[in-house]
């Protein structure tokens, strides 16, 4: 091939490509379709920076820390956003409390036990019906074969149900916990009841969001437990779920930032949108707490036809943005911070 | 690092025969390979059963994956299974430690004999099988946590009392130990991957199982960090049965005292299906393999 060439002898010439590069030239549909995006986006930024300005213009004004500690009020000038935010408050503890356990819990029986062979276990009970066991046992064990065949028919029933429980109006949420709540189980139309409605909506999100993370950490994270002679619950316990949490936290954020912005649950379960009591904030006594909330107390500001009624709204709204804001940031660090990449 | 490490030959008969004697309790093998030579012809007997399978065979729902698997594994040897993809080398180790049980749709039949019993009963606990059978996977698997916690974690679900002398010892099996030494309280993500999978390796180590699983467990590792594995592997197979998987032969034939090859038979309407093709020393399968697919696949891919 190449041989060696005496020194000072001219490098031979470059082969010919079939045809010279081609220079530069624009592309007007591509240029076209640029500026389409991007005034799109332009939009949607300038819909937001309008509404944020519009709220602050209106409302930085009565926005002090009186407006925070006082009571509501018929006056405009007196009234306050503490019972709104006390009531808030109140609501997203009773939330989380019971939506977390029970959405954590149910995301963690449908994505690591519900799906798993019931192989084993079915030759297992089979072996023992065969065996000669008689009265109650083997009843039993009829049951439990009965419910591993049909155990994956009811999974997928109802892992399809809570991707369309998640897209159901609130307003449906409000009526269910009415009938349930108030209706059924005779709690008063409180804090209480409008805490659980809203641990009801939320609950399929956070299965959704539990069930997203705990698929993201890799199967041989719980296999090489199991191949060390662990049981399946030891393997989650201490091995995926603690590497899934970071992502169900997130998850579980950005559903409760969902429900502090409700607002049609809650009228439907008794919130009140005038009302001059003070809520106290231990979710004990929530039961006999009247329904304050931040989102009713705008709505019912926004109703009055006076114009300082309206300033104090706005002011409301910055409250209840500012909070929102916070809790998606906690849910970003989070995120960043405490994400693995596998 | 060790020293005592072959360099990578072609597969002539010289790595076998260091490997047959390397068998025999000396840790030293360059050592070994010495007497071995001057021994001639004469071949360390594999020892006494330790799993017994009698025609063995998996399905994955509707697809046999492995049918009609016969073989003994010696105790405290390395046995190799080798064989082209997907002839279900994977699929048959998994079963002896019944990870099988974690595959929606898997069934096994046939019999695996472990000490005489049959490992498949359905009476018998598949956890603390695994215990007593543990496993590494392909890719290194280290949990998310720190060194020592990685070592920690199935002593403490095995009920072995996780102290500083058993993490150490394990590590230092698993030749991990002058490396990380200072940092045990280092993320496991940290280190290298070849670190990650003598962790691994560390790992199962700590549990004292009697039979240690490889599935694969040099193919994510580049050359260097393969033979610290290989060396390892040799070292602890005075303690520890090892079965491993590999796809590599000249791999199979510097560790293994035995190798089982398999291949891919072709069955009624075009699906295929693993077979075990035949099961001897490793001199036996690399130097004069009796079944014509043996030979075909060791000359097509090492001659």
Known sequence: MTTLEAPGTPPPPPAAATRPLARKRSRPSEQLFKWLVMGLTAITIAMLIWLISSVVIKGAGSLSWAFLADKPSSNPDKAGFNSALRGSVVLMIITIFFAWPIGVAAALYLEKFATQSAEASERKVRERLGSGVSGVHAGWLRVRLSWLRVRPRVVHLVDVNISNLAAVPSIIYGLLGLAIFVGILGISKSLLAGGLTLAVLILPIIIIAAREALRAVPISIEQGAMALGATRWQAVRSQVFPAALPGILTGTILAMSRAIGETAPLIVVGGIVFGTAVPSLNPLDAGNEALFAMPLQIYFWTDQPQASFQAIAAAGIIVLLATLLVMNLVAIILRNRYSKRW | ?303
């Open chain 2, 1 to 303: 690092m060790t020293t005592n490490v072959e360099p990578d030959t072609t597969a002539d008969d010289a790595p076998i025969e260091i490997q047959l004697s390397a068998g025999a309790a000396t840790p030293t093998h360059a050592v070994a390979a010495g007497q071995g030579a001057a021994a001639g012809p004469a071949q360390p007997e594999l020892g006494p059963p330790i799993f017994q399978l009698r025609d063995l065979g998996v399905w994955y729902g509707k697809n046999e994956a492995v049918r009609g698997v016969s073989m003994d594994i010696p105790k405290n040897a390395i046995t190799a299974i080798i064989g082209p993809s997907g002839c279900g080398k994977s699929t048959t180790l998994r079963c002896l430690n019944r990870m099988n049980d974690l595959v929606p749709g898997a069934r096994v039949n046939g019999e695996i004999l472990f000490g005489g019993e049959d490992l498949l009963s359905s009476d018998v606990d598949p956890v603390d099988l695994r215990g007593r059978i543990g496993m590494v996977f392909q890719k290194p698997s280290p949990f998310p946590k720190s060194i020592k916690d990685n070592i920690e974690f199935g002593m403490k679900v095995n009920g072995i009392k996780p102290t500083a002398e058993r993490v150490e010892q394990a590590l230092v099996d698993a030749a991990l130990w002058d490396e990380v030494k200072d940092r045990l309280k280092d993320e496991a993500f940290s280190l290298s991957g070849g670190q990650q999978q003598r962790l691994c390796i560390a790992r199962a180590i700590a549990v004292e199982p009697e039979v240690i699983l490889m599935d694969e467990p040099c193919s994510a590792l580049d050359p260097i960090a393969t033979l610290a594995i290989e060396d390892l592997m040799k070292n602890i197979a005075e303690r520890f049965t090892l079965v491993v998987v590999t796809h590599n032969m000249q791999q199979a034939a510097r560790i293994s005292d035995q190798v089982a090859f398999m291949t891919v038979e072709g069955k009624a309407e075009g699906e295929r299906c693993g077979v075990l093709a035949e099961v001897g020393t490793a001199r036996e399968i690399f130097s004069a393999p009796k079944d014509p697919r043996t030979e075909a696949y060791i000359t097509g891919r090492v001659g």
